[in-house]
């Protein structure tokens, strides 16, 4: 063993340890527990994708690709966005792929954040918005959504921004409590930006799954949000391919040379057989239009299985992710904190969950736990079957 003392430094990132999904997952292996904690699918993706992809391989698309992603699949991201959301983005100057969402959120702060800028998040948030700020330099200010409810407290968000504010990031679909702003939230937001000069980070990685009669409100719908946006999309999320790590940026020409120019020097270039399967894959809407009907009747089944315990079921307006309360439960563990709970739960229920509270920076902790439903029908059974004592 070599005795040399390695050199230290200061960590960049003092308060971050292990992710509580990775905790959670180590546990449900381990315990044999049925994963309901980690927001991915059990279940495989359309055997035309790999196709899709075997085929762009095979054809010969095993070289870097353009840096700002592959023309064909900037072309279809921009064709859909305007399809949906009614707003034409230029493949060439408005579309970036990216090594995923959370890369792509990564890179959008890195390219605007410096040391004294303020970026206002809205907890509970996913978990890799508050590092990526400290990581630039700036300053996390936290607004808490309306606890319960998780919709949006506008009044609060407008009385965070100062003349140091230069970003707000926003997600919805909300991960992790399934609320899906409203239009007339997207309008606020846009009449209190205004005036001021603020970056929107718009995370909309679950932007198919909103569940009728509701519809994804996204930036790109708002003018005057589009024209201070990154929005922020995941193939991954959509295909159900988690592991492919691939994503978009839709912003406008002066956001995305400065977004290009981090994007160059932390990924360069994204999977270019992927790229290219998915540019093929993407000239049937199908996949994509029928998926809210898809998850909408697992969170259905879901659902109906937990009415008969006592779980508090709160809404799911959209995401893959049924939060619920535990405060009624019929076991003790339910006065436990969230996260002891879930270590409880996985080791003597053999459920995996997440803590609500670890979403949020100071631990909040409402007795709410969150389940992941993008699982197989068998799976969500097995599940339920496990938490029916409860």
């Given at each position: 063993m070599n005795s040399e003392p390695t050199p230290s430094f200061p960590s960049r990132l003092p308060n971050v340890g292990t992710t509580i999904f990775t905790v959670m997952s180590a546990l449900a292996t381990q315990h044999q527990a049925v994963n309901l904690g980690q927001g991915f699918p059990d279940f495989d993706c359309d055997a035309h994708l790999v196709d899709a992809v075997d085929a762009a391989m095979r054809a010969g698309h095993n070289q870097y690709p353009p840096m700002t992603g592959v023309p064909a699949l900037r072309e279809a991201i921009a064709s859909k966005i305007e399809a949906l959301y009614g707003r034409r983005y230029g493949a060439a100057d408005e579309i970036t792929v990216t090594?995923?969402?959370t890369q792509a959120i990564l890179t959008a702060i890195l390219c605007c954040v410096?040391?004294?800028d303020e970026v206002i998040v809205?907890?509970?948030?996913?978990?890799?918005y508050v590092p990526n700020i400290e990581l630039a330099g700036g300053t996390v200010v936290r607004v808490?959504?309306?606890?319960g409810t998780f919709r949006p407290d506008l009044d609060r968000i407008g009385a965070a921004i100062t003349p140091r504010t230069r970003a707000l990031i926003i997600n919805t679909p909300h991960n992790p409590s399934g609320t899906v702003w409203s239009e007339a939230d997207m309008l606020r937001l846009q009449e209190l930006l205004a005036p001021t000069n603020v970056l929107l980070i718009s995370d909309e990685v679950y932007e198919h799954m909103v569940y009728t009669p509701l519809r994804h409100e996204?930036?790109?719908r708002y003018p005057g949000l589009a024209a201070r946006a990154f929005i922020v999309s995941s193939f991954g999320k959509t295909y159900h391919v988690t592991g492919w790590k691939?994503?978009?940026v839709a912003a406008p020409p002066a956001l995305t040379a400065e977004f290009r120019k981090v994007h160059q020097f932390n990924v360069f270039?994204?999977?270019t057989p992927m790229q290219h399967g998915l540019a093929t894959y993407m000239h049937n809407p199908a996949p994509y239009l029928e998926l809210p009907a898809f998850y909408a009747a697992k969170?259905?089944?879901f659902r109906q299985g937990l009415a008969t315990t006592r779980f508090q079921v709160l809404p799911c307006e959209g995401t893959y992710f049924q939060c619920v309360g535990i405060s009624d439960l019929a076991v003790s563990e339910r006065d436990l904190p969230e996260a002891e709970f879930c270590q409880w739960l996985t080791r003597e229920v053999g459920v995996a969950a997440i803590p609500l509270s670890a979403f949020y920076g100071d631990g909040f902790d409402q007795k709410i736990v969150r389940f992941c439903f993008a699982k197989k029908d068998e799976t969500l059974r097995a599940a339920l079957q496990r938490l029916a004592r409860l």
């Amino acid at each position: 063993m070599n005795s040399e003392p390695t050199p230290s430094f200061p960590s960049r990132l003092p308060n971050v340890g292990t992710t509580i999904f990775t905790v959670m997952s180590a546990l449900a292996t381990q315990h044999q527990a049925v994963n309901l904690g980690q927001g991915f699918p059990d279940f495989d993706c359309d055997a035309h994708l790999v196709d899709a992809v075997d085929a762009a391989m095979r054809a010969g698309h095993n070289q870097y690709p353009p840096m700002t992603g592959v023309p064909a699949l900037r072309e279809a991201i921009a064709s859909k966005i305007e399809a949906l959301y009614g707003r034409r983005y230029g493949a060439a100057d408005e579309i970036t792929v990216t090594a995923g969402a959370t890369q792509a959120i990564l890179t959008a702060i890195l390219c605007c954040v410096g040391p004294g800028d303020e970026v206002i998040v809205l907890e509970p948030c996913y978990d890799s918005y508050v590092p990526n700020i400290e990581l630039a330099g700036g300053t996390v200010v936290r607004v808490p959504l309306v606890p319960g409810t998780f919709r949006p407290d506008l009044d609060r968000i407008g009385a965070a921004i100062t003349p140091r504010t230069r970003a707000l990031i926003i997600n919805t679909p909300h991960n992790p409590s399934g609320t899906v702003w409203s239009e007339a939230d997207m309008l606020r937001l846009q009449e209190l930006l205004a005036p001021t000069n603020v970056l929107l980070i718009s995370d909309e990685v679950y932007e198919h799954m909103v569940y009728t009669p509701l519809r994804h409100e996204s930036a790109a719908r708002y003018p005057g949000l589009a024209a201070r946006a990154f929005i922020v999309s995941s193939f991954g999320k959509t295909y159900h391919v988690t592991g492919w790590k691939i994503g978009y940026v839709a912003a406008p020409p002066a956001l995305t040379a400065e977004f290009r120019k981090v994007h160059q020097f932390n990924v360069f270039t994204v999977n270019t057989p992927m790229q290219h399967g998915l540019a093929t894959y993407m000239h049937n809407p199908a996949p994509y239009l029928e998926l809210p009907a898809f998850y909408a009747a697992k969170r259905d089944l879901f659902r109906q299985g937990l009415a008969t315990t006592r779980f508090q079921v709160l809404p799911c307006e959209g995401t893959y992710f049924q939060c619920v309360g535990i405060s009624d439960l019929a076991v003790s563990e339910r006065d436990l904190p969230e996260a002891e709970f879930c270590q409880w739960l996985t080791r003597e229920v053999g459920v995996a969950a997440i803590p609500l509270s670890a979403f949020y920076g100071d631990g909040f902790d409402q007795k709410i736990v969150r389940f992941c439903f993008a699982k197989k029908d068998e799976t969500l059974r097995a599940a339920l079957q496990r938490l029916a004592r409860l």
